[in-house]
């Protein structure tokens, strides 16, 4: 066993040695090329505030960097620059498409430190090498990056490339979506319809069938596209196919059912996306010779004329539109999303256009390319390699890199794309520049945006053995089919079989839980197989144990589930019944917005926060009443109690890993204070995550009789539900209270203020709000803020939220007018800041309205 482990090894890193002896082939190669394509950044120099934190930060630290053959000219001078800035070094190691995905497998795979310090990846082959324990965990260095801005990158991407159980792995460089180009001087100029859907493609190939285009003797193509084994072919299939798979959000996947892993092909919409497959394979140029051609190809071919519409990555169609003008094409060319399904009546696509009914599902084919740390790299390596992603990265000059027709590069920041509606920023004049039209750049932002922070996205398959199924186990079946050598269902029965036996390859259950992990959904449980086991254990011990053992077994059973389900029942042993009652209401503030802004983050944060205030009633033996959506009722035999439990909710939440999503929302961003305002001391953060209003109120336990005798609290026993629950006055009160609050403050009534001990008391800030009406309370309650002292810093828009009668809008009462003149900016809560912009604004207008007036009185 050990000399086969040794020659294992051996192989392994002759295998190493050849392939590095292969990248320096391929640098000899590409030498000349280099050197005539040096391509000045203007940018190099420009100091930003991301850069001047890796300023000779790195010298005589050397590191190995994956480097493609396809960027090699472009990123050769990026590595240049690089090195005049950090005094770091940079080798490059090089790698063809066809040896990409093995480089760096092998690489890993390697017991020792490794050859490659930076792996370039796709993004959907970040979980398998995460896995295999070869990439650095990059989640405390992306967030505390100065100048790095990372949720400036569309969710999508930062997402879907660069992380992976909650962790950042990589650093996105390249954001891929499939996008369509066409002539619109051949398609809306001629009366015909704007390829928004598939049927609409249809109507147009059809017009141009056998039709010659450019005028050169030779019938052209409705469409081109790659059709090529080992080409693109899989990603251009699939992203066709994906509007008609995908029609209910990205959770729903596209290429397997996420419970039995059927594949797609074994669904009816299948037959669908072959036959409109077909239809577009024989308009384009695959009809010349019934063979494969790749995306290269296919571009030479739009650019010569003979193409009406195109599909491809972002990259090539750039590098059509460059040249648009050399090629005779100016003022014709239309960049739009891939067209998507047409949806029928009886069709489920909440996702759909309510316009026209179209669903689209962008493709984010291959996760697009990142840079990734070798996990076993020394930490200087590391730290270099990390500085060298972000430099790519960085907000303030990237967007060149963007713009180049060459570099295959785009972060996909919304700044960059943002900008792009106004010609005068440094973003569309760098795409001006590089040959785009104005008209273009509206274009360019649309059709970004619209793939990028689309509800019905699709995440490309990044399960073991992708590569397998999505070309050996589908494309050479497609082709068959194109050709007519078999039928449709034939078709998806081969592609569906391929597909079973690459899953049985890797195991099914490894690949259920890596698919639904990916997608954001909870781990499989199958209860079919757990019940018959159940069963048999039964037959067994009814079989083979006396009665009293079994007896004594259930009794384990029992007492083991009601510890399992602790937190999904009610402890009514801790339920207050007499004498005095604390009542505690919570909500999460804005949480509707967070739904429909992502809903995979606001399941997973709804879980925290759902254990966080669990954990707390159970800490203080209190009892919860109910939750209502994300809102809890609690109920607890004491203020000293119910303050402490509310105070540990505020102080545990704002600790808790939150997904990283939430940091981008409103409602949830990371906020920092100074504890003592305009001290020299740094701000800390004040809020994180989730922000939870509280209210607590106090009363008296009263039975019916004594209720029109100015009982508060009624307890009541459902025989049902087999808990307690509370009504009367105290309980409309408190919930009132709670109304009124900020997410992330608690206040509490005058009566919980006097009931609470000394000790209690020195542990919050209480600050008076003073008497406050409250709607459904008859008398006006005085109230108090509270917050545990380690939250002392925590502000808010102002002292409390009045709802208005009417409409249900609630008003902020202020205690004064904030000046903009007396703002310490390091503070601002996003409210604030616009305030602040508010009243910048409204005195500027009065500025101007009086200038304008003295010069009309002086004229």
Known sequence: ??????????????????????????????ENAVTLSIFLDPYADTSTPLRETMRDRHRGVTINVQLLDFQSSFMIEKFRNFEALTGATVQEV????????DDVSDDIKNNNQGFIDVYASFGNWIPQFADMGGLMDLSDDILNAVGLDWFDIMPAVRMGSATYKGK??????????????????????VGLPTPVSWDDVKTILEYYRDKDINGDGIPDFGNCFSTAENDIADKIFWAIASSFLQTRGTSQGTFFDPITMDPASSTPEFQDVLHVYRHLVNHSPFIVNQTGVTWEETRTMFNQGRCVLFYNFPGPIKSIISIQKENGMSGVLNLAPLPGKKCQQTDYCPYASPEDGVNHAPFLAGGGMVYAMNSRSSVEKQQAGLDFALYLSDPGVSFWDVAHPESFLDPLRLRHTS?????????????????????????????????????????????????????????????????GAIDAQETANEITKSWNAITRQYGLVEQRSFYRNVLGLPEYIDSRKEGNLAKLQNIIIGVTIPFGVIALFLSCIVAKQRRTIKFQTREVNNAPKTGTIALIFTDIEGSTVLWEM??????????????????????YQAYEVKTVGDAFMIAVDSADKAVLLANDIQWNLLNEEWPLELAAMPPSCVEYFRLIPKSKEPPKPMFKGLRVRIGIHIGEHSSHDMESAGGQIQVTHDSVTKGYDYYGSAVNAAARIEDIGFGGQTVISQAVHEALSVGVKDSCVLDCIGEVELRGVQEKLTLYTCLPKQLRGRRFQGIYRRKQSIDHVFDVVKSE????????????????LQEGMKQLQETILSLETKLSSSVEKFE
């Open 419 to 483: 900008s792009l509606a106004n010609n005068a920023t440094r973003e569309a004049m760098a795409f001006l520049e590089f040959g785009w039209e104005s008209r273009q750049l509206k274009m360019l932002k649309q059709t970004t945006e619209f793939s990028f922070l689309n509800g019905n996205y699709v995440l490309d398959l990044r399960n073991l053995g992708a590569s397998a199924y999505q070309q050996r186990g589908t494309i050479p079946h497609l082709l068959r089919w194109c050709k």
């Open 598 to 619: 992502d809903k995979r983050a606001m399941q997973k944060a709804l879980e925290i926060h759902h254990n966080v205030i669990r954990n707390c009633i159970e800490k």
């Open 817 to 832: 007018r904030v000046s903009y003149k007396d703002v310490d900016v390091m503070t601002l809560t996003p409210v604030e």
């Open 94 to 101: 090089y790698s063809t498409q066809a040896t990409w995905y």
């Open 168 to 189: 950042v792995f990589a650093v996105p460089l390249d954001g891929d979506v499939i996008y369509m180009v066409y002539r619109k001087d051949l398609v809306e100029d």
């Open 1 to 30: 066993m050990q000399s086969n482990a040794a020659m294992s090894h051996v192989i392994l890193l002759e295998v190493l040695a050849l392939r590095f002896l292969v990248s320096l082939l391929l640098v000899i190669s590409f």
